[in-house]
């Protein structure tokens, strides 16, 4: 059964950057054609596709993050991770990691809330 | 790239049937798969369909799914509705830039 798992802080001051970690276990992130993914969720808003790294380590981004975002892994430690930078309190949201086969996401992490704040 | 729109919220009883619709505002539906996720108050989105009508291994046949062509419109249809199907209900697809898509979703309250 795989498990993620996100983690990083829950305040961030505004103009900082977001960093997340997404810890994998019960599979590995080198293996299989998987797209490692993060999507994001205002407060009492829907889902938002942030972008994802493919096992080949090939990323894809959502345009209207594209130019503060970046999703990179660490293969000996089975993670991936997203830094989100010059966040705003519009970035404020739970954000989720995720593995997918194509476009399915058959695993979700469950979610960790990061707020923008001075 | 394209849209996806739902009906904000619909209701229906406890054993009735309810559809929720998902329009495509450009580009067929039919083009890439669509998947459909059942998020519960406080809880991680969890997959009842996916690639337009297939039923992952766990969720009731209570749930079914489908796409129109000529409404360029998936639809995701529960029937025998119980309480505890109550709960926030995203589409989501891909364009052939591999860019994703959510829905706006859809609140079913459960009467």
């Known amino acids: 059964q795989v498990q993620l798992q996100e983690s990083g802080p829950g305040l961030v001051k505004p103009s900082q950057t977001l960093s997340l970690t997404c810890t994998v276990s019960g599979g590995s992130i080198s293996s299989g054609d998987f797209y490692w993914s993060w999507i994001r969720q205002p407060p009492g808003k829907g889902l938002d596709w942030i972008g994802y790294?493919?096992?080949?380590?090939?990323?894809y981004y959502n345009p209207s993050l594209k130019s503060r975002l970046t999703i990179s892994k660490d293969t000996s430690n089975n993670q991936f991770s997203l830094k989100l930078s010059s966040v705003t309190a519009a970035d404020t949201a739970v954000y989720y990691c995720?593995?997918?086969?194509?476009?399915?996401?058959?695993?979700w992490g469950q979610g960790t809330l990061v707020t923008v704040s001075s | 790239n394209f849209m996806l729109t739902q009906p904000h919220s619909v209701s229906e009883s406890p054993g009735r049937t309810i559809t929720i619709s998902c329009t495509r505002s450009s580009g067929s539906i039919a083009n890439n798969y669509v998947q459909w996720y059942q998020q519960r108050p406080g809880s991680s989105p969890t997959t009842v369909i996916y690639?337009?009508?297939?039923?992952p291994s766990g969720v009731p046949d209570r749930f079914s799914g489908s796409i129109d062509s000529s409404s360029n419109s998936a639809s995701l249809t529960i029937s025998g509705l119980r309480t505890e199907d109550e709960a926030d209900y995203y589409c989501?697809?891909?364009?052939?830039?591999?860019?994703?898509?959510f829905g706006g979703g859809t609140k079913l309250t459960v009467l």
């Open positions: 690639e337009d009508d297939q039923r």
């Open positions: 989501q697809s891909y364009d052939s830039s591999t860019n994703w898509v």
């Open positions: 995720a593995r997918a086969i194509v476009g399915v996401i058959d695993y």
């Open positions: 790294i493919y096992h080949s380590g090939s990323t």
